[in-house]
């Protein structure tokens, strides 16, 4: 019902920048998402909130990438991204993105693989 693929991940050496972009195969407004988000799950680690943004468009990040990080979301193309700046190795991770609807579904995406050399 709702397809979310991720693309923009890459090796990127520290202090190097990404945009990650997660395109939804429908309108946001068509599946009532409430919440669009980004997750990492590095090795060894368990899957980790990243950045939220709801559909009143609060946005939430984790102490580790907050004033590094940035979500936000295109409406008219069904597109959430997560810019990432000032890139650390400790942000090396498959990023997945997620939306939540009103019904209380989650759909997640493929995930993107984003390494940080040092």
């Known amino acids: 019902q709702v397809q979310l693929v991720e693309s923009g991940g890459g090796l990127v050496q520290a202090g190097g920048s990404l945009r990650l972009s997660c395109a939804a195969s429908?309108?946001?407004?068509?599946?009532?998402?409430?919440?669009m988000a980004w997750y990492r799950q590095a090795p060894g680690k368990q899957r980790e909130l990243v950045a939220a943004?709801?559909?009143?468009?609060?946005?939430n990040y984790a102490d580790s990438v907050k004033g590094r990080f940035i979500i936000s979301r295109d409406n008219a193309k069904n597109t959430i991204y997560l810019q990432m700046n000032s890139l650390k190795p400790e942000d090396t991770a498959v990023y997945y993105c997620n939306v939540r609807t009103s019904r209380g579904s989650d759909h997640w995406g493929q995930g993107t693989q984003v390494t940080v050399s040092s």
């Open positions: 429908g309108s946001f407004a068509a599946i009532n998402i409430i919440v």
């Open positions: 943004i709801t559909s009143g468009g609060s946005t």
